[in-house]
């Protein structure tokens, strides 16, 4: 049997996350790997932990609405979802506000994110007690199935990470996830909430979203960020380009940022959206970016800056 986590051991994992460190805990939907959404190193030990090979955007939880609109600026229609399926499993694409806080590997560079208050004792009392939003995806490796019990998290995980053992997760299915354009719904993602019933609470039709299609209202955005310059990957730039490097680089007459000047993963992940962004404000027509090894985050470092670099329809 377990022990259901009491308010010592809430404050317990409150404090961890807030310093830093990864606590998974449970839902209605799944267990999540929470991290302070605010700190962007803790948002990558979730990539690392995970062995994610992707930098995909993430959902912030948050305690309330409250604390949602501190993040996220809401239109009557995206707050009224809210306050019709919260707490519940519904996650709603909003854009950030200005002075959000969020770290950038949390949205993946994105101006905007999907927020989401949990319909779970536990979860609420964390984010209560961690007064932050947790970004909280599944707490298994990358590539295998979510766990719906503390058990599992652990198995999965190999006990590198404490777990809140709120027993079996109710739906066991990840939230529905939604975007508002205007007046309309659009489900990004099937999820633990039935499309009819947002339907039947809205007296709408729900759109549901093609895969990979483009829709140009905010927050709608399926594709991930990309520069407006056109990336080049190479470890020479060349004269007129901007340069985005990575460990000990030779002089550059030209706009550069570089990633780790140490040659550090950690440190070259926790730069790259924000200098993409940077460099990109240059107005240089072509970045080059050089090559970050293949190992641990580099993985979704050359991921993201690959895509980066693909040709754009
Ligand atoms: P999870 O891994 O459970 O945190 O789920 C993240 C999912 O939410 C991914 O499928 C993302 O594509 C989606 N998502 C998160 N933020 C956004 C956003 N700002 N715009 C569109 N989709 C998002
Ligand atoms: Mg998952």
Redesign the pocket.
């Known amino acids: 049997m377990s022990t259901f986590p009491d308010e010592e051991a809430i404050a317990q994992a409150a404090a961890s996350l807030r310093a830093g460190k990864l606590v998974a805990f449970p839902t209605e939907t799944v267990y999540g790997l929470g991290a302070d959404a605010t700190n962007a190193d803790a948002v990558l030990s979730i990539y690392e932990t995970k062995g994610r090979p992707r930098f995909?955007?993430?959902?912030a939880h948050v305690a309330d609405l409250a604390m949602a609109e501190t993040l996220a600026v809401f239109s009557p229609l995206a707050r009224a979802l809210a306050e019709r399926f919260w707490p519940g499993p519904l996650?709603i694409?909003v854009p950030l506000r200005p002075g959000h806080g969020l770290a950038d590997v949390a949205?993946a560079g994105?101006d905007?994110?999907?927020l989401r208050m949990p319909d779970h004792k536990i979860a609420l009392a964390l984010l209560r007690a961690v007064g932050r939003p947790l970004?909280?995806?599944?707490a298994n490796p990358s590539g295998k199935l979510s766990p719906t019990t503390a058990e599992q998290v652990r198995r999965g995980l190999g006990g590198r990470v404490p777990v809140l053992d709120g027993g079996a997760c109710k739906a066991g299915v990840?939230s529905t996830?939604v975007?508002v354009d205007g007046e309309s719904i659009i489900q990004?993602?099937a999820g633990a909430l039935a499309r009819e019933e947002i339907e039947a609470a809205f007296g709408r039709k729900v759109i549901r979203a093609a895969k990979g299609a483009k829709i140009s209202a905010p927050?709608m955005?399926?594709s991930h960020y990309a520069p407006n310059a056109a990336m080049r990957l190479d470890t020479v730039p060349q004269p007129g380009e901007a340069f985005l490097a990575f460990g000990p680089a030779g002089d550059f007459d030209g706009e550069v940022r570089n990633l780790s000047p140490a040659g550090e993963l950690h440190e070259a992940a926790r730069n790259l959206f924000s200098m993409l962004h940077e460099l990109d404000a240059t107005g240089a027509k072509v970045i080059a970016v050089a090559p970050v090894p293949h190992e641990g985050l580099g993985e979704a470092i050359n991921d993201r800056l690959q895509r980066a670099a693909a040709p754009r329809g």
């Open positions: 995909n955007p993430l959902i996650s694409v949205t994105l905007t994110v999907a970004s909280a995806p599944s990840e996830i975007a990004l993602r927050g955005l399926l």
